[in-house]
């Protein structure tokens, strides 16, 4: 089995910075791409950044130059540094990985319970 846990969500001001921590443990034999997505209540799911196992990043237009996506291969970790943070960054906060365990031959994606960020002004 293969678990995802996210921490360093909490309260920030309008113009504050957040770090956000996702680490994947369990029967892990590789992980390939992994990423962050957000949900604000009565809204959809959308992706906020993504990154490659080889490290290329990818993010939504609405928080390029403000977020930034990295990761950790020997950790099995993938961060999100946050700045510059706005009221509409408001949302829980889920990591993404595409894992292959040792009892698979093929890449599944696994999600995290989601950590809240609010953003006050």
């Known amino acids: 089995q293969v678990q995802l846990v996210e921490s360093g969500g909490g309260l920030v001001q309008v113009g504050g910075s957040l770090r956000l921590s996702c680490v994947a443990s369990?029967?892990?034999?590789?992980?390939?791409?992994m990423g962050w997505y957000r949900q604000a209540p009565g809204k959809q799911r959308e992706l906020v950044a993504t990154?490659?196992?080889?490290?290329?990043?990818n993010y939504a237009d609405s928080v390029k130059g403000r977020f930034t996506i990295s990761r950790d291969n020997g950790k099995n970790t993938v961060y999100l540094q946050m700045a510059s943070l706005k009221p509409g960054d408001t949302a829980a906060y889920y990591c993404?990985?595409?894992?292959?365990?040792?009892?698979?031959?093929?890449?599944?994606?696994?999600w995290g319970q989601g950590t809240q960020v609010t953003v006050s002004s």
């Open positions: 993404s990985a595409d894992v292959m365990s040792h009892y698979s031959s093929s890449f599944k994606d696994y």
């Open positions: 369990g029967s892990i034999f590789s992980i390939g791409a």
């Open positions: 990154i490659t196992s080889g490290g290329s990043p």
